[in-house]
C-alpha cells in the first residue's frame, strides 16, 4: 500500500507537506520521500524509513527544502517521488499502484523506443518509473496521465508535479481515494482526509473514479470528468484506512462500530469480555460490546514508546515475531477469562495462532474469535495488500486444498466456500478454528460487511472475499 499528500500554496508549503505526508505513515513501512518546486527550481528528498519513523528522517530535509509546490508519500515498496526530465520537461511523480502487466507494458514502451529501465534491489522496475515512461509515450501530460489510467490492469492513483501546478488522477475505478482540501491560501490533495484537518484546510471535494484534476495557485480545474463506474476497496474501512479517515462519506471509525454490532447479532456466545486486537481490531470490538452488553475490555496494549507502527521487515518470520512483540498482556485480565477476541482479519493466521496460544497460556479459559471480514480466499489483484507469491498463503487456500485433495480447486467450488450458507463454508471454518486452536470460530458475513460501509455493493470491491470483480 502506500499514502500521498500533495501542497499548492502561495507561500512556502513545507510545514504542511511535511506533517500531512507524515500523516501517512499507517499505510507504508519502507519508504518515505518529498519533492517540491520553487524559485530554486525541483528538489528532493528519500529516505528509508524500516527503522525510523518519517518525522525523524525528514527532520534535516524540511529545514533545508523550500517551494511553494510540493508532493510526498509514504510507500510500502518503490523510493519515491521521481524526479523525470522528458519531452514534457521535467516533472515529479508519486504513485500509489498494483502494475499487474508490467511485462507486457515494458515491451510495449521498449518497442516504441524507450531504451532502458533501472531496476530496484529486487529486480524488480520501480512502478512509479514505469508509470512515468507510460505517460511520456504521449504528446502531452493530460494525454499521458489517461493512457497510463487506461492500460494499466490493477489500479494507479497518481500526483504529477510541473511548474505549472500539480496534476493529480484518481484510479479509473477509484479503488483508492483522492481528497482535496482548501485553506485561505493554499490547496492540498490527499490519499486520507484526516491528514489535513491539523493544518487549517477544509474539505473541498474528492476526486470522481478516473477523474484528472490540475491544482495551481488559482485553483482547481477538472480535466478529464470522473467516469460512472467505481470499485473502491472495501478493505480500506476494515484494515487499511486511520479511524479518523473517511471514504466516499464514510467513517472508518463508525464502519467498524457497525461491523462489531453485526457480528454481536448473529452471536451466541458469552463471554466474560470482549477485546480487539490493537489497533484496528478496537472499534470492531466496542460495537460487539455496545451491542452485546459484554463487557468491552483490553487485555493486550500496544508498547507506542518505540513502536508507534510497524517498521516491518519483508521477511514474514521476523513479521510475526515483531507483531507479538509489540503487544503487552495485562494478565489481571486475561487469567480465568472467557475472552472474545476480534481482529480485523485472518490472512495467514500464524500471529492471531501464536496470540490465542499465549492466552491460554497466561490462564484464559476460552478465546473465541470473530474477524471482523469474510474468509479471505482470493488474493488481491488490485491493491498491495500483500505482496504473497502464492494464494496458498492464504489459510483458507490452505484448508481448502486439505479438504479438497488438491491445490487445483475449481472457482465453482471455490464459490461453494465463500458462501456462509453452504456445507463447505461450515468445514472451512472449522478445520481453520481446529488449526489455530480457536475455542470457537465465526467470520463477519459479506452482506453484513456492505451494510455495515452503506454504500451500494456495485461501488465497492469484494473481490477478496468473493472472487467478483
Known amino acids: 500500500m502506500g499514502g500521498f499528500f500533495g501542497v499548492v500554496a502561495q507561500e512556502d508549503c513545507m510545514f504542511d507537506l511535511f506533517f500531512g505526508t ?6 507504508g513501512t519502507r519508504r518515505g520521500g518529498l519533492a517540491v518546486y520553487g524559485k530554486k527550481g525541483f528538489d528532493r528528498s528519500i529516505h528509508n524509513i524500516e527503522n525510523a519513523p518519517f518525522r525523524t528522517k525528514f527532520d534535516k530535509d524540511v529545514q533545508e527544502m523550500q517551494g511553494y509546490m510540493g508532493i510526498g508519500c509514504i510507500s510500502d515498496y518503490e523510493p519515491q517521488p521521481l524526479i523525470v526530465r522528458s519531452h514534457h ?85 477509484g479503488r483508492t481515494p483522492m481528497v482535496i482540501g482548501k485553506k485561505e491560501d493554499a490547496y492540498c490533495l490527499t490519499f486520507e482526509d ?35 463506474d467505481m470499485k473502491i476497496c472495501t478493505f480500506l474501512w476494515v484494515y487499511y484506512g486511520y479511524p479518523s479517515s473517511s471514504y466516499e462519506g464514510v467513517s472508518v471509525e ?75 498482556a495485562v494478565h489481571d485480565l486475561i487469567k480465568d477469562k472467557s475472552l472474545l477476541l476480534i481482529d480485523d482479519s485472518i490472512v495467514r493466521g500464524t500471529q492471531l495462532r501464536e496470540t490465542t496460544e499465549f492466552l491460554y497460556q497466561s490462564g484464559a479459559k476460552e478465546v473465541h474469535i470473530r474477524p471482523a471480514c469474510p474468509p479471505l480466499v482470493y488474493a488481491c489483484k ?8 502464492s494464494e496458498m498463503d492464504l489459510i483458507t487456500r490452505r484448508v481448502i486444498a486439505k479438504l479438497e485433495g488438491t491445490e487445483d480447486v475449481s472457482d465453482e467450488t471455490l464459490q461453494a466456500y465463500t458462501d456462509p450458507e453452504s456445507p463447505k463454508y ?24 456492505l451494510q455495515a460501509v452503506g454504500i451500494p455493493e456495485e461501488r465497492l470491491c469484494t473481490y477478496c472475499w468473493n472472487g467478483k470483480e
Open 194 to 228: 484526516f491528514a489535513y484537518r491539523n493544518l487549517g484546510f477544509e474539505d473541498m471535494r474528492e476526486l470522481g473514479p478516473g477523474e484528472i484534476v490540475i491544482v495551481t495557485q488559482e485553483g482547481v480545474k477538472t480535466l478529464v470528468p470522473p467516469g460512472k
Open 254 to 328: 463508525q464502519m467498524r462500530y457497525n461491523c462489531g454490532s453485526s457480528l454481536a447479532k448473529r452471536d451466541n456466545v458469552k463471554p466474560d469480555i470482549v477485546a480487539g486486537v490493537p489497533d484496528s481490531g478496537t472499534a470492531h470490538a466496542v460495537g460487539y460490546s455496545n451491542a452485546s452488553g459484554i463487557p468491552f475490555s483490553r487485555p493486550f496494549i500496544k508498547y507506542t514508546p518505540t513502536w508507534p507502527r510497524s517498521f516491518m521487515p519483508t521477511i514474514q518470520s521476523k513479521r510475526n515475531l515483531i507483531a507479538k512483540m509489540k503487544l503487552i
Open 382 to 389: 488490485y491493491l498491495n495488500f500483500s505482496r504473497s507469491s
Open 89 to 173: 520537461g521535467t516533472y515529479a511523480i508519486t504513485t500509489v499502484s498494483k502494475i499487474n502487466n508490467t511485462d507486457e507494458i515494458v515491451n510495449t514502451i521498449f518497442n516504441n523506443g524507450n531504451s532502458h529501465f533501472l531496476e530496484m534491489s529486487g529486480g524488480d522496475i520501480n512502478p512509479t518509473e514505469l508509470v512515468a515512461a507510460i505517460i511520456n509515450q504521449k504528446e502531452n501530460i493530460i494525454d499521458g496521465i489517461h493512457y497510463a489510467l487506461d492500460i494499466i490492469e490493477g489500479s494507479l492513483t497518481m500526483m504529477v508535479m510541473t511548474p505549472k501546478g500539480i496534476y493529480a488522477a484518481r484510479d479509473k475505478y
Open 426 to 449: 461450515d468445514q472451512m471454518v472449522e478445520e481453520i478454528r481446529r488449526e489455530l486452536n480457536f475455542t470457537t470460530l465465526r467470520y463477519n458475513r459479506l452482506d453484513d460487511l
Open 22 to 27: 507524515d500523516y501517512h505513515s499507517h499505510l
